[in-house]
């Protein structure tokens, strides 16, 4: 096996060499061929690596070194390739015809250990940039410009338009529209009534008044031992609650406020004197008894609660 690894890399020297030997021009129109026809940076080897790369060369060339394999556990390298490969269709997109010599290539270090050794990596996504080595935009160094990406991908700037979307999103709003236009009539009755806003305003503010977000952000429990076998429904001190606890304040709060909107819309409208005695002592006994057994419960959240009302003394 080592044998035919060593024959194998032998032979991708002698085809980089032989690649190599080519004019600036005909590699570049071979590569440049190759990121046209895959419309994406160009998958690289060793021997492609360096016959792209090699000097001399009157074009630019961006080379990603990568490490996508599993095996590598680049997670780095996995969020990056998929702005590599957009940025690289984005480019063979606005230039067909090849006029800012520019190409784009990837070379996964599964394809390309040699080059990775020679270069000395260590890491991975690396990004190299060769300039022109001739020619009237030639750079003053051979080297490379290396980019280092440890802070995390950075995010292509100039995306193809996503014509799906946008149809998506037309269809969504049109859909929308014509759904507005055709049950409007029948829903806009039903969205102004006063009643049903009244309502729900009630129940919210009687869901946030008795502690409900409370209990989704400690995540309480519903109930608690006494620690004597039984169950007790209230947990003391103002730091902590129960599920059932804030239910059954929820109820009460719930009960007094029916209680104070019959008294003042209800028992007003109602015309028999007498009725209208026994419904209002009726509904102030209710109260009463509520406010009684609120106060016990404060009693209960806090012994040092000084008020309270019969029957819950």
């Known amino acids: 096996m080592r044998f035919l690894s060593i024959v194998a890399s032998a032979c991708a020297l002698v085809a980089g060499a032989v690649a190599a030997q080519k004019s600036p021009e005909q590699r570049f129109l071979d590569f440049h061929g190759r990121f046209q026809a895959a419309a994406a940076p160009v998958g690289l080897d060793d021997a492609s690596y360096k016959a792209l790369t090699s000097a001399p060369r009157d074009y630019s060339v ?27 269709r984005s480019w063979a997109k606005g230039d067909k015809a090849g006029e800012s010599r520019m190409l784009f290539g990837t070379l996964d270090f599964a394809d390309g250990r040699d080059s990775f050794l020679s270069l000395g990596l260590q890491t ?5 940039f060769f300039p022109p080595t001739q020619g009237p935009h030639a750079a003053a160094s051979r080297d490379p410009v290396r980019y280092d990406f440890t802070s995390g991908p950075p995010a292509a700037e100039q995306r193809p338009v996503n014509y799906l979307r946008w149809a998506s999103a037309i269809t969504f709003l049109l859909g929308i529209g014509t759904l507005a236009m055709t049950a409007g009539p029948y829903l806009l009755p039903i969205i102004q009534n006063r009643n049903l806003w009244a309502a729900g305003t009630m129940i919210a503010i009687l869901l946030f008044v008795s502690g409900h977000m ?36 929820a109820a009460i709060y719930g009960l007094l406020t029916f209680c104070t909107i019959a008294l003042v819309t209800r028992i007003a409208r109602m015309t028999n004197p007498q009725s209208q005695l026994v419904a209002a002592l009726a509904w102030l006994v209710i109260m009463f008894v509520a406010n009684s057994f609120l106060l016990s419960i404060f009693r209960i959240k806090n012994s040092g609660y000084p008020f309270s009302l019969p029957p819950f003394m």
Not at 69 to 83: D, I, V
Not at 124 to 128: D, E, K, M, S, T
């Open 214 to 249: 409370f209990n989704h952000i400690r995540k309480v429990p519903y109930v608690a031992g006494d620690g004597k076998g039984g169950i007790t429904y209230f947990a003391s001190g103002f730091q902590t609650q129960l599920g059932l606890e804030t239910q059954i304040i």
């Open 124 to 128: 991975a996504p690396v990004l190299l």
């Open 62 to 88: 961006a080379v990603l070194l990568t490490a996508l394999g599993p095996r590598f556990g680049c997670q780095l390298c996995r969020e990056f390739h998929p702005e590599w490969d957009l940025i690289g």
